[in-house]
């Protein structure tokens, strides 16, 4: 069976400030701004995330942002969307 990774970036709140023309692509939950990501890589200068730019939960095209990194509250991984409590609306 192969499993799609579900990846979830929640930015800072001056992240989200200084993103404000990407936040289109964004989701918001009660703790702030996410975004649905591909793939993430968090291993060079920049924080870069593959995202999601589908709607209503569909996947779509994808586009690259590379942010610096303390502009990441945190992220999460998991092979189960669901596992994601606030992905779900």
Same mark, same amino acid.
């Given at each position: $069976?192969?499993?799609?990774?579900?990846?979830?970036?929640?930015?800072?709140?001056?992240?989200?400030?200084?993103?404000?023309?990407?936040?289109?692509?964004?989701?918001?939950?009660?703790?702030?701004?996410?975004?649905?990501?591909?793939?993430?890589?968090? !291993? =060079?200068?920049?924080?870069? $995330? $593959?995202?999601?730019? =589908?709607?209503?939960?569909?996947? =779509? !095209?994808?586009?690259?942002?590379?942010?610096?990194?303390? $502009?990441?509250?945190?992220?999460?991984?998991?092979?189960?969307? !669901?596992?994601?409590?606030?992905?779900?609306?």
């Amino acid at each position: $069976m192969n499993k799609t990774k579900t990846i979830a970036v929640q930015l800072t709140e001056d992240g989200a400030r200084q993103l404000q023309p990407f936040l289109a692509y964004a989701k918001k939950n009660t703790v702030g701004y996410y975004f649905r990501c591909e793939e993430v890589d968090v !291993s =060079g200068p920049f924080f870069t $995330m $593959m995202i999601d730019i =589908g709607v209503d939960g569909e996947h =779509g !095209s994808t586009i690259a942002l590379n942010i610096p990194h303390a $502009m990441v509250r945190w992220y999460v991984e998991t092979e189960q969307e !669901s596992a994601i409590g606030f992905l779900k609306r």
